[in-house]
């Protein structure tokens, strides 16, 4: 078999990258939602925190793995090269806490995503992540939360929109169970979006 007919018959799968800091629940997610695609595939796993549990996570499924520091990330090209080095077409962050540089938007247009834990615009911006979130909304006394997922450009939580889910909450909500809502939605529907995104660049 000629290698025109190999690839003609054996498309090259589409490659993600995912960008996490932390124990990494939606990382694992989508790797586990990815696993039989005949199209897309995890490239690779990055995390900027030596400890964070997604490493594992990647190791655990044969995924190499890079830790990146802020060098990497901003003051040079060594990031874009490891990401270039696999092959990946697609970046997606879940629980990733660095901003990302505009270096790294323009290199990847309108392919990076973020899920927010949270009604965007409503409660986005530096600083809101994680548990901050969440206690916010519960202070506020909001009767619904949910995720937004989104194209990521240079400023915290200010890329378009591509999706968005609501859950209810009631005055017997707390902060803790707000983000179980929340988490829930999050592993539901976050790989579904990512792979319908992936499906339309096709």
Known sequence: MNTLAHLFIFPLKQRIAILASGAGSNARGIIAHFKKSESIEIGLIVSNNREAGVLQIGKE??????????????????????????????????????????????????????????????????GMYGHFVHEAVHANNETESGITVHFVNEHYDEGNIIFQERVALDNTDTPLTIEQKVRALELEHYATVIENILNDRQ
Do not use: C, M
């Open 61 to 126: 499924n044969q995924i190499p793995t890079f830790i990146l520091t802020k060098d990497h990330f901003i003051e040079s090209s060594a990031f874009l090269d490891e990401l270039h080095k696999a092959n990946i077409s697609f970046i997606v962050l879940a629980g990733f806490l660095w901003r990302v540089p505009k270096s790294l938007v323009l290199a990847y247009p309108n392919a990076i995503v973020n899920i927010h834990p949270a009604l965007l615009p409503k409660y986005g911006g530096k």
